[in-house]
């Protein structure tokens, strides 16, 4: 299913950034009564490693921060925070106050850092693009066993590279190779993530709602590979819908950026390569037929970012109310 979303009728005003952070945020957003730091042990797989079911992938610690939004021993909801090729920023902070606002916990990942990284934006060969989606796994049995959290109650929502984490996170067969046994995630929201990489099996999702939210503007990570991506997962009986924000462009969702559309010209996109898992865990390029590399033709530079405020409201409104419902919330 594919929601178009008729931003008009929001009434949202067109205002600055700054002013508009304090337009939307719940009374209690910015009640945070404790933060903690975590810990992750995890490891660095490539692409082939992780496609292959291999567990010999480079030792690495990376880090995560908590943030409960309540004292008291009654236990919480929560989700994890999965950041893009730019590492953690604004919009990251912004969704974690919006959700904290509810009632919600908060897991900031920082999937960078303890790599050496500050960003992929211009090499994302720098990072096999599922590395991740092992670090979120490991971020689940973590906070699972949290005093103050409800393992049945973790959500996950990401953004570009981290929205492609978020929604492969919902394969059944990257779960039965790296997830924590018994568990998994409540829900599965991504942001303007890649659907132009198919993989073997990748219609057997997981039962619990997958959401994505995508700009119709966005010419880094384009809609239309996952449109297709949608219907296919549809037709196979997945809980799957889509948004598509008209004009909205990529991180239309991070008030940090510019409102008129901004050119990167360093940032790489693979915006026109259409790429498939062949057996053995090889990623090939479809057009070519051959291994694909950063290097391929299709790989482009120069996409644009954009802040969209009535996107961004909008795609508050529809997160708070699938974790309402998905959580029980009152």
């Known amino acids: 299913m594919h929601i178009r979303v008729r931003l008009s009728a929001l009434a949202v005003p067109m205002v600055s950034s700054t002013l508009f952070l304090g337009l939307h945020l719940d009374a209690t957003s910015a009640q945070v009564v404790r933060i903690e730091v975590h810990p992750i042990q995890t490891m660095t797989l490539t692409d082939h490693q992780f496609l292959t079911g291999a567990r010999d992938g480079k030792p690495t610690i990376i880090a ?184 909205a462009w990529h991180q239309f969702d991070n008030p940090s950026r510019s409102t008129t559309p901004t050119r990167n010209p360093r940032a790489t996109t693979n915006r026109r390569c259409t790429l498939k898992e062949e057996p053995m865990g090889q990623i090939i390029n479809a057009d070519t037929r051959q291994p694909f590399t950063q290097a391929d033709p299709c790989v482009e530079r120069g996409p644009h970012l954009a802040y969209n405020p009535a996107a961004h409201a909008a795609a508050i409104q529809a997160v708070k109310d699938l974790l309402r419902a998905t959580f029980r919330l009152n």
């Open 64 to 247: 995560g921060e908590l943030r409960l939004p309540r004292s008291g021993s009654d236990r919480l909801p929560a989700v994890v925070l999965v950041h893009g090729s730019g590492g953690l920023g604004a919009h990251h902070e912004r969704w974690s106050q919006e959700l904290n606002g509810i009632g919600i916990a908060t897991f900031l990942i920082d999937g960078f850092t303890g790599r050496g990284l500050q960003t992929v934006s211009e090499d994302q060969a720098q990072l096999g693009r599922l590395a991740m989606v092992f670090d979120v796994y490991r971020a689940l049995a973590l906070l699972a066993a949290h005093p103050r959290l409800d393992p049945a109650r973790i959500a996950i929502l990401g953004g570009s590279r981290g929205g492609s984490v978020a929604l492969r996170a919902s394969m059944r067969r990257f779960q039965r190779a790296y997830a924590p046994e018994g568990l998994e995630f409540a829900a599965y929201l991504s942001f303007y993530g890649g659907c132009n990489l198919t993989y073997i099996g990748d219609t057997d999702v997981s039962d619990k709602p997958i959401r994505l939210f995508h700009g119709t503007a966005d010419d880094y990570v384009p809609v239309a590979p996952c449109r297709a991506y949608v219907e296919r997962l549809r037709s196979a009986g997945r809980d799957v819908r889509l948004a598509e924000y008209p004009d």
